[in-house]
């Protein structure tokens, strides 16, 4: 009997077995996989670990692999520990080329020499990007690499600096923002891995003194290229005038500056947020409408098309093309990563191997996380190979259904698998990439389909081509016909975004997700797409766990934020609901804690009956807990806090207050940043901005 039952739990393991022995070709695909568990290890770490300890422990590995060479079930467990150990070393030593100085307090007004990086002229005024030379009260060795300073729209700012520019200016720095909440998104960190050390704002209009002088080879080339986009910006904006020139300069130069506020409220809330940056959909129109433009040309000349591979060709000027764009539209890491996957699928071509696989986007995946390990944690990252690996799939399984059949398939046969290919891309991108889009933003757009089935196509047929023939008149002075044109299909484009996003329910908040959730849905998708045999379908009961466990976060959600400088609170009701003592204040946190809370409108202010229980300088609230709340902001009434509430925040100083069983006072607030509670009968339980950071470079410790 005993082994009757060994048998029957073993069947199931000897099934995985076979599975796995018969997916010998796809086990390569998990490499990425791999060496983004190694820099997902990384940053879990809450202090930052030995600098070599990575390069060190890949390179054991490596020797073990060899070592082990002749035992192939050693090395299968071997390979998936030295991929992981390979992306921790590449994050390790990509953080120590970005290593810079990080400002660690408020410094300002001070007097700022630098030498001006780039300049984005925005709705609300204009940002400037500077390395500094010299900063008042600061040593050099205390400078950092770059600075980023924004221009009140109040203020004149000076429409004849460039990129290259030496200026003056004075200004107020601040430290690099953390999260609104503890887990929430860094920004801090992505600034550090671009080397932005400080933010802040200007006082006056910087001041020129003197033009760009000789800096190395990389520095001159950027900053031409910078200077260039401006005036290829410039131009298309004075072909297309209002918004529609605004987002065709987007689309041609990657400047993104002049679209407004409610151009991108709109395109963000009805899924067409990402035809605004260049990503991969940007960079395989290029690619296609120069492929085969360049063929079709070819084809006619009977002597090239019958003695020369102009399909190689074709594909080589498509390349060259790509790379012209990437350099012309600023080369941010988004359209490096859309670049890079784009640019195998044309090398692949003219290799003779197949154009789209896995392993395609498998190649690029890793050469990616070698190269820029840092991008695993941002959406457009995870969104975009997301999008791809999803497609891929399903066009290996489904994609005979949508071909063509040369000789047999009319104009309307053409036309249905046309549509049906469209709508299917659309469905399985937009399925693949919701989960994503609702755990950074926090948000889910209803009618992104529809969206989508509208715009994409009007893209792809218009805008694009429109503005590749811009491109390419452009030396001879005759692209304002191509812009004309470009500029009408952007206009229609955005015509759809504000119907859509007009709808009713058109957007709907997401409220905030556990990590593991998100893990759980990634881990189950990419067992069903990088596997083929039927045990791939087993992805779906981790998808659906995930689900289930976001959906039940809220019950989990705390009971009280505090924003780290102790402005603003949030405060959990009786009815569950939390309430907060300004709006007006802390604008980037209440809108975080919003839709963190699965709000779109905002949360509620803190009242009693029809009157504000709030004054500038006490609110005090009633906790779900029973536990009464009060956020004191005067040293005056700092005794009467202690005395009304059991649990005080205070952004004074709050040494003498006694009783409450929890004070925090601008001491705490200034050294862990903002809070998250979870209040208890007897206990209240404490998460904090830097504890959730630790000690890493990009989060200095305070005093």
């Known amino acids: 009997m005993f082994l009757q039952h060994a ?31 190694g820099v997902g290890i990384y940053f879990s770490l809450p202090v930052e670990p030995w600098r070599w300890f990575g390069v060190v422990a890949a390179g054991g590995l490596g020797l073990l692999l060899y070592l082990f ?21 590449a994050i390790q030593i990509r953080s120590l080329t970005r290593h810079a100085p990080v400002l660690a307090e408020r ?8 030498r001006l990086i780039a300049v ?12 500094p030379t010299a900063i008042e009260r600061l040593s050099p060795a205390q400078i950092p690499a770059r600075i980023r300073l924004r221009l009140s729209g109040k203020s004149r700012a000076d429409m004849t600096l460039a990129a290259g520019d030496r200026v003056w200016l004075r200004g107020v720095l601040l430290p690099p923002p953390g999260p609104v909440s503890p887990g929430g998104f860094d920004y801090g960190r992505m600034l550090w891995f671009e080397r932005i050390g400080a933010v802040g704002y200007i006082l006056s209009p910087p001041r020129k003194r003197g033009a760009a002088g000789h800096e190395d080879i990389w520095s001159e080339t950027s900053l031409r290229l910078t200077a260039f986009r401006d005036r290829l910006t410039a131009r298309v904006m004075a072909a297309i005038p209002g918004e529609s020139g605004a987002v065709a300069a987007a689309l041609m130069t990657g400047d993104r500056a002049a679209i407004s506020r409610p151009v991108n409220d709109a395109m963000k809330n009805s899924g067409l947020a990402h035809l605004l940056s260049i990503s991969g959909l940007h960079m395989g129109m290029v690619a296609g409408i120069l492929f085969f433009s360049l063929r079709a040309l070819l084809a006619m000349i009977e002597p090239v098309a019958l ?39 044309l090398t692949a071509v003219m290799l003779d191997r197949k154009a789209i696989s896995m392993r395609s986007v498998m190649l690029a995946a890793c050469a990616l996380l070698l190269l820029t390990p840092e991008s695993l944690y941002s959406a457009s990252f995870q969104m975009s190979f997301a999008a791809v690996i999803a497609l891929v799939a399903v066009y290996e399984r489904f994609g005979a259904q949508f071909s063509y059949n040369d000789g047999e398939d009319g104009w309307f046969i053409r036309g249905l698998k046309y549509m049906g290919a469209t709508l299917c891309t659309s469905l399985v991108a937009g399925l693949a990439t919701a989960p994503f889009a609702a755990f950074h933003f926090n948000r889910y757009t209803v009618y992104g389909l529809l969206a989508n089935m509208l715009a994409v196509p009007l893209t792809g047929v218009v805008i694009m081509p429109s503005a590749v023939a811009a491109f390419l008149l452009m030396p001879f002075g005759l ?38 959730a998100l893990l759980l849905i990634v881990g189950g998708g990419l067992w069903l797409c990088l596997w083929e045999r039927g045990w791939r379908m087993g992805g779906l009961a981790p998808m659906v766990i995930g689900l289930c466990l976001w959906l039940a976060s809220a019950v989990f959600r705390p009971d ?20 907060v003592n300004s709006r007006r204040m802390a604008r980037h946190a209440n809108k975080e804690w919003a839709l963190q809370e699965g709000l779109m409108q905002g949360m509620p202010l803190r009242r009693e009956g029809s009157a504000r229980a709030c004054d500038p300088s006490l609110c ?19 005794q009467e806090a202690c005395a009304r509430a059991s649990i005080v925040i205070a952004s004074v100083k709050a040494e003498s207050c006694q009783g409450p069983r929890l004070v925090l006072d601008a001491d705490d607030l200034s050294r862990n940043g903002a809070h998250a509670m979870w209040l208890t009968s007897d206990d209240v339980i404490l998460e904090t901005v830097s504890g959730e950071r630790g000690r890493r470079p990009w989060a200095p410790a305070k005093e």
């Open 120 to 131: 984005e002229r925005q709705e609300a005024g204009v940002r400037y990007l500077i390395a």
């Open 107 to 114: 410094l300002g007004p001070v007097n700022i020499s630098g």
């Open 479 to 516: 692209d304002h016909w191509a812009l004309w044109v470009m500029g009408i299909g952007v206009h229609w484009m955005l015509e759809i975004a504000y119907w859509v996003a007009g709808l009713p329910g058109a957007v709907i908040a997401a409220g905030q997700a556990p990590d593991a």
């Open 307 to 345: 003695r020369y591979p102009i399909k190689k060709w074709s594909a080589g000027f498509a390349l060259a093309g790509l790379l012209l764009y990437l350099l012309i539209s600023g080369a941010s890491i988004p359209t490096q990563r859309s670049f890079l996957m784009t640019g195998l699928v």
């Open 560 to 579: 009280i934020l505090v924003e780290g400088q102790g402005r603003v609170i949030a405060v959990r009701n009786a009815n569950g609901d939390m309430e």
């Open 69 to 89: 060479r002749l035992k192939p079930a050693i090395q299968l467990l071997l390979i998936p520990v030295f991929l992981s150990a390979t992306g921790f070393s």
């Open 7 to 37: 048998g029957a739990l073993l069947h199931p393991l000897r099934a995985i077995g076979e599975n796995f022995r018969n997916e010998r070709g796809r086990w390569a695909l998990w490499a990425p996989v791999f060496l983004g568990l």
């Open 620 to 638: 005090l609230f009633a906790a779900r807990s029973g536990d009464r709340v009060a956020l004191v902001r005067d040293s005056i009434r700092l």
